[in-house]
């Protein structure tokens, strides 16, 4: 079994709080949750299913992923700005094109990150 032990950085840190602030944690979690995780992977769930003690295994061949770009539609640019870069200290890339591209296999980020939003939304809900 495979443990994650990333942390946020302080830079994410400030984020989720500007993101917790202007109310924009929901959509986040959306995104990040449908579109950079497990859900919009080519291989689906049984391809994690079968390499769920393997994770890293998850971001090789199957970038770049679409994003939907209703959940990078917020109602102020500077919420889309504040998204795109809290997903890309990450090491999530999003490309104009609706694109997401890894940097260095984000696996550990992108769960710290799952993990914060998700927490988050709960306590702020």
Not at 30 to 47: A, C, E, K, M, P
Request: aromatic share 8%; hydrophobic share 45%; glycine share 6%.
């Amino acid at each position: 079994t495979q443990f994650i032990s990333a942390e946020l950085t302080e830079d994410q840190l400030l984020l989720l709080l500007e993101s917790l602030e202007r109310k924009i944690v929901s959509q986040q979690l959306n995104l990040v949750r449908t579109h950079i995780t497990l859900g919009s992977f080519q291989g689906g769930t049984d391809y994690f299913n079968s390499n769920l003690l393997k994770p890293n295994l998850l971001f090789e061949n199957l970038w770049p992923l679409l994003v939907d770009p209703g959940l990078l539609s917020f109602p102020h640019k500077e919420d889309q700005m504040l998204t795109i870069a809290l997903v890309e200290l990450s090491g999530v890339q999003l490309q104009e094109n609706g694109s997401a591209v890894p940097r260095d296999k984000p696996f550990e980020a992108v769960a710290a990150l799952l993990v914060a939003l998700y927490a988050l939304h709960l306590l702020s809900g």
